[in-house]
């Protein structure tokens, strides 16, 4: 974790570009099919991502769990993009049964989403039991992947510490924290600043706000010597004022140009790797 008075790491910029709720009513620029989530991968990954958070949509764009859809979407990202470091989800939101949420890890991507307690979305329950949550921790330990700890609330964290305690979490750890959504820790600075400072000591971390509040988190992060993500997941506008939408290369332009304002060079895969203690492609 960033020490003050050293130089911040390199930025990680995590793209997460499709998600579970944004739909092609709500944005023509959401991609779904396999094809469109590795064109918008790519893309990312030409201006600076080095790490895409995959969820996979069926045929008729809605979520599914299926492990032959995320095995297409990895294969034509990597096809694409060979080093980058692919994170998948095993979020519940829809499917809440840990034999569904667990199949993609049987693909062994280099990190996996796991959401470390229960809270309300607008639309939706995140109900994740303790023995889902050990269950999951522990295959991604069996297969040697790395838990990507999703942090929507303070208490989360001490979640996190407990699982390490007992050996279902391999320290140091990795938190990826969510703020912002209705339901959810609020993304003031002073959030922000009190999830960082909770977390363990040695952890890497990312940050994103929900909405209207991704940019602003974005950037806290970056000054504090976190890391990004970023993508329409997350925020389908660019311009909330405005309602402009997004497209996740304009968001990702957007973040190497702060990040370059305010002096974060943008670590390559290979960097992002070594920061992560994740093994070469």
Request: hydrophobic fraction near 40%; glycine fraction near 8%; charge should be neutral.
């Amino acid at each position: 974790m960033y020490v003050k008075g050293e130089p911040a790491a390199k930025l990680i910029i995590k793209l997460a570009p499709t998600g579970m709720i944004p739909t092609k009513d709500d944005t023509p620029h959401v991609p779904v099919t396999p094809e469109e989530i590795a064109r918008d991968t790519y893309q990312a990954y030409i201006l600076g991502a080095s790490v895409v958070h995959v969820h996979a949509r069926d045929q008729q764009g809605k979520p599914t769990y299926r492990r032959e859809v995320f095995e297409e979407i990895f294969s034509r990202i990597r096809e694409k993009c060979p080093d980058i470091i692919i994170c998948a989800t095993t979020s519940g939101r829809v499917h809440p049964q840990v034999e569904h949420r667990g199949e993609v890890l049987d693909l062994k991507p280099d990190m996996a989403s796991l959401t470390v307690g229960s809270l309300n979305f607008p639309k939706y329950a995140s109900v994740n039991p303790p023995e889902t949550i050990r269950t999951l921790a522990t295959l991604m330990n069996e297969r040697g992947i790395l838990p990507e700890l999703e942090i929507f609330e303070s208490g989360f964290i001490n979640t996190a510490k407990y699982l390490a305690r007992k050996g279902y979490l391999k320290e140091p750890l990795h938190f990826s924290l969510l703020l912002g959504s209705l339901g959810s820790i609020p993304a003031d600075t002073r959030d922000l600043v009190y999830l960082v400072e909770s977390l363990p000591p040695g952890s890497t971390w990312s940050a994103t706000g929900i909405g209207r509040f991704q940019t602003q988190i974005n950037a806290g992060a970056m000054l504090m010597g976190g890391h990004v993500r970023v993508g329409i997941e997350d925020s389908i506008y660019y311009n909330y004022p405005e309602k402009q939408l997004a497209t996740n290369v304009d968001l990702v332009d957007r973040i190497v140009r702060i990040a370059k304002l305010l002096g974060r060079d943008i670590a390559t895969p290979g960097e992002a790797r070594e920061i992560l203690g994740l093994k070469a492609s």
